[in-house]
């Protein structure tokens, strides 16, 4: 199940999106700190659920996603602070999640939401390569790695791949939280080490 994450709080958005990548079993394909991007990222990645943090969300945000979504074929969950269920309770979303949730009970409510939202248009699930080291990405991400491995920008990679820059920095995201890594330079090491990945600096 393809997930979008909206996040303005960096770690807590980089805590739910390796939660729910390696634990949860999810593909979390974007995460953004704002309502428009994500909206940009769930149509260019198929997202099937959007997860959304309520924390200094602005209410013209929220209107903002809740319209997006009668021409989307997508959910959307709002993760709320306990302190703010009442203030939500009336906001027509598919679910409401309690920060204080355990990760079982998100799971739950991801798979049964996931069940029930319909995509109108056929999706051609990408296949994953391994790198024997428990990660794997998909064929386009394994793309941009090479080319990241390459020491391209994310605007030169996005000249040569014609997707959106923003688009790239998504998946450049992804990549490193799927590879472990902290930089662009980790990314080429890795992809080096194992053997998949041409010399640095090779055009």
Same mark, same amino acid.
């Given at each position: ?5 909206c ?7 980089? #805590? ?14 974007? #995460? ?8 940009? #990222?769930?149509?260019d990645?198929?997202?099937? &659920? ?8 602005? %209410?013209?945000?929220?209107?903002? *996603? ?8 997508? #959910?959307?969950?709002?993760? $709320?602070?306990?302190?703010?269920? =009442? ?15 355990s ?21 051609? %699930? ?10 794997? *990405?998909?064929?386009? =991400? ?17 000249? $040569? ?13 992804? &990549? ?15 992809l ?12």
């Amino acid at each position: 199940m393809r997930i979008a994450l909206c996040s303005k709080e960096g770690l807590f958005g980089e #805590a739910l999106a390796s939660l729910l990548d390696h634990q949860g079993n999810f593909q979390v394909v974007a #995460a953004e700190d704002s309502a428009r991007s994500l909206i940009n #990222a769930a149509k260019d990645y198929r997202a099937q &659920i959007l997860v959304v943090d309520s924390f200094e969300l602005d %209410r013209n945000d929220l209107q903002f *996603l809740l319209g997006a979504r009668a021409f989307g074929d997508f #959910a959307i969950v709002l993760i $709320v602070g306990e302190h703010e269920r =009442e203030e939500f309770i009336e906001v027509p979303v598919d679910r409401l999640i309690g920060r204080g949730s355990s990760a079982t009970q998100l799971f739950e409510a991801l798979d049964d939401l996931g069940g029930k939202v319909k995509m109108t248009r056929p999706y051609i %699930r990408e296949t994953r390569r391994s790198y024997g080291n428990g990660n794997d *990405l998909t064929r386009r =991400e394994y793309e941009v790695a090479q080319l990241v491995s390459k020491g391209m920008s994310n605007r030169k990679i996005s000249q $040569v791949t014609g997707l959106r820059e923003q688009s790239i920095k998504n998946l450049v995201s992804v &990549i490193m939280r799927k590879l472990h890594c902290e930089n662009r330079v980790q990314v080429a090491l890795k992809l080096t080490r194992v053997g998949v990945s041409e010399e640095i600096g090779e055009e």
